[in-house]
């Protein structure tokens, strides 16, 4: 239940930083943006591969 509760909390965290970062008014060269919007993405990704982590382990541990 624990890992259910921090996959949420990290895909919440993950997407509104990701969207703030985004959409924040920086004054920075075209390269310097793509360079930030790269490094930024796996943020938002870590929240969904906890969640299939969780799934994965709670059907290891329940399966019979």
Known sequence: ??????????SVYGVLFV?????AHMDITPWGDWLMTACCLPV???GPLLGAVTVHDYRRRTRG
């Open 44 to 46: 938002a990704a870590w």
């Open 1 to 10: 239940m624990p890992a259910a509760f921090g996959t949420v909390a990290c």
């Open 19 to 23: 969207w703030t970062t985004l959409h």
